[in-house]
């Protein structure tokens, strides 16, 4: 029984910061790749940052780049973003995704998800 929680999420004015979380249960982390991603009404699903279960690489899209960090904690089975000065743009709701085979941070390439968390950033 795979399954993926999200939190954290919240409402938080422009310039703030989040940490959100997936916790994972039902399997190991270790051997899963693993995305962050988010999808704003009207808008396509997005991959926002992702982390390989082979190396340790990362992504970041261009948008979030020198904002957000995405890391893992084998040992709690959880992975995190941690989302720094967040600007209006970045509302959202946010997923994060596993998978075994995971080759780019695009949602295509996962097939297991949480529900979301949503992240409203407005003053």
């Known amino acids: 029984q795979l399954q993926l929680v999200e939190s954290g999420g919240g409402l938080v004015q422009p310039g703030g910061s989040l940490r959100l979380s997936c916790a994972a249960s039902g399997f190991t982390l270790d051997y899963y790749g693993i995305g962050w991603f988010r999808q704003a009404p009207g808008k396509e699903r997005e991959g926002v940052s992702c982390?390989?279960?082979?190396?340790?690489?990362?992504y970041y899209a261009d948008s979030v780049k020198g904002r957000f960090t995405i890391s893992r904690d084998n040992a709690k089975n959880t992975v995190y973003l941690q989302m720094n000065s967040l600007k209006p743009e970045d509302t959202a709701v946010y997923y994060c995704?596993?998978?075994?085979?995971?080759?780019?941070?695009?949602?295509?390439?996962?097939?297991?998800w949480g529900q979301g968390t949503q992240v409203t950033v407005s003053s």
């Open positions: 995704a596993v998978d075994p085979y995971q080759a780019t941070c695009v949602p295509g390439d996962f097939d297991s």
């Open positions: 982390i390989s279960s082979s190396d340790g690489s990362t």
